[in-house]
Nanobody
Framework: QVQLVESGGGLVQPGGSLRLSCVAS????????MTWFRQRPGKGREGVAA???????IYADSVKGRFTTSQDSAENILYLQMNNLIPEDSAMYYC?????????????????WGQGTKVTVFS
């Protein structure tokens, strides 16, 4: 059974940092892409950062220079380091995965999703 479990969300003041984690289990080895998405209340899911098994990464313009995604392939853990957070970063953050796809920030590319972890940036 495939599973993605996110953690690391919480409350943080503007300018602060958080690191999100996503543990993947039950997936077959081979080519894959994993992406962090976020969803604000009343909005659609927005791709934030993606990485593939070759460590190729892409980022949304809104987070470039502030967020970094990485992975521990041996432990099957995906990370999202978020620095210099702003209130607009407040959202539910999800990780998603699919096999045999290139890195993409489009939600339609991914078929496996975690339950999400909430990030709130407040003054």
């Amino acid at each position: 059974q495939v599973q993605l479990v996110e953690s690391g969300g919480g409350l943080v003041q503007p300018g602060g940092s958080l690191r999100l984690s996503c543990v993947a289990s039950g997936f077959s080895s081979g080519r894959y892409a994993m992406t962090w998405f976020r969803q604000r209340p009343g909005k659609g899911r927005e791709g934030v950062a993606a990485i593939d098994n070759y460590d190729i990464t892409i980022y949304a313009d809104s987070v470039k220079g502030r967020f970094t995604t990485s992975q521990d392939s041996a432990e099957n853990i995906l990370y999202l380091q978020m620095n210099n957070l702003i209130p607009e970063d407040s959202a539910m953050y999800y990780c998603a995965r699919n096999a045999f796809v290139n890195v993409s920030l489009r939600p339609s590319v991914y078929i496996y999703w975690g339950q999400g972890t909430k990030v709130t940036v407040f003054s």
